[in-house]
């Protein structure tokens, strides 16, 4: 079953960060239920836009976001300090989002991670940048399983991200991400694979019918997880038809439970 993590509590979006600057938990906890309706699994939450604040806003966020709905959530920061304080006020089985295998990054996120009860977002960067191939993104997916197999993680636990790039850059860089996926989905069984997927269409217009189309194709090659709007109600309906078209939804019942409750059909 296709997993989304609900993206919308970010304080780099503006009315988010307003609302948190403001201590404004009604708008928060609104969009919350929202997305939680709207077929969200993870609700992601980060608060690190406003420099100095941030744990005094993830504490703030986590408090309001669990007040308003029952799914897990997923804890997004660059700092394992406030990673680690942030676990120990989550009441479910959290995704921590993130590590990857640069090493100002890696090292102390494998340390915090030790013991720790949870899923994990990976990026396959390392300090060489971006990746430039399949083979690259791949090849780091394998060596941070097999880390983060050495602490403990069960593969099912794992969500390896191929790091979309812009289309508008390289005519190439939407079927690399792809192949990565295809690849790693039938090279490293078990896992699974997420991420943002805006970055396609940077620099295009009509970007959301480029996310949207890249988001299927993405599916079709075995993308299990994103992280992205759930009130796209277009989007849903195109996770929940692709996930049934790749074979993922037995005798096609999600997919007739969604049509039946009036998925968009336009």
């Not at 304080?11 to 948190?20: E, F, I, R, S, Y």
């Not at 997923?74 to 479910?92: F, H, I, N, Q, T």
């Not at 979309?164 to 694979?193: C, F, L, W, Y």
């Not at 949207?212 to 195109?238: H, K, W």
Request: hydrophobic share 40%.
């Amino acid at each position: 079953m296709f997993t989304v993590i609900g993206e919308r509590i970010n304080t780099t979006l503006k009315k988010v960060k307003a609302a948190v600057t403001a201590r404004d938990a009604e708008y928060i906890k609104y969009d919350v239920r929202k997305q939680t309706e709207a077929g969200a699994a993870y609700i992601d939450v980060n608060a690190g836009a406003r420099i100095g604040h941030e744990v005094e806003d993830m504490t703030w966020l986590l408090e309001a976001v669990q007040q308003a709905t029952n799914l897990p959530l997923c804890l997004d920061s660059p700092d394992p300090g406030v990673l680690e304080m942030a676990y120990g006020l989550v009441s479910k089985k959290p995704m921590i989002n993130s590590i990857s295998l640069e090493k100002d990054r890696f090292d102390p996120m494998i340390k915090y991670l030790q013991g720790k009860d949870c899923r994990i977002l990976a990026l396959c960067m390392d300090d060489s940048g971006m990746p430039k191939s399949a083979n690259d993104i791949v090849s780091r997916a394998k060596v941070l399983v097999a880390e983060l197999e050495k602490i403990g993680f069960a593969r099912d636990d794992i969500f390896l991200d191929p790091l979309v790039q812009p289309q508008g850059v390289d005519k190439s860089n939407g079927t690399m991400a792809m192949s990565a996926v295809r690849r790693i989905m039938t090279e490293i069984e078990g896992v699974h694979t997420t991420g943002g997927l805006s970055n396609i269409s940077f620099g295009l217009p009509q970007r959301r019918t480029i996310n949207r189309c890249f988001l299927s194709m993405m599916i079709a090659n075995g993308f299990d997880s994103a992280i992205m709007d759930p009130l796209d109600e277009v989007a849903m309906t195109q996770v929940i038809t692709a996930d049934m078209l790749a074979g993922n939804d037995d005798f096609c019942m999600r997919f007739i439970k969604a049509a039946r409750a009036g998925v968009r059909d336009d």
